[in-house]
């Protein structure tokens, strides 16, 4: 839960930069978020679920 807790902060963040920084427009932010909500109830909602969490264990495994 920490995980997705995080990634969804993060994404909401860089959206909007991205929106104040003119670099995407309220339009198609809106169909990214509207896309990414329907797509969170589709079958493949956790095959990306597991594919985020494997990055993200991959990366908490690397030591610099």
Known sequence: MAISLSVVLLLAV????????KSLKAGPA?????????????????????????IASTLNSISF
């Not at 860089?14 to 920084?21: E, H």
């Not at 990414?36 to 679920?49: E, H, N």
């Open 14 to 21: 860089v959206l909007v930069v991205l929106i104040r920084g």
């Open 30 to 54: 809106l169909v990214a978020v509207l896309f990414g909500f329907f797509l969170a109830s589709t079958g493949m909602a956790d095959d990306i679920q597991r594919f985020l969490n494997s």
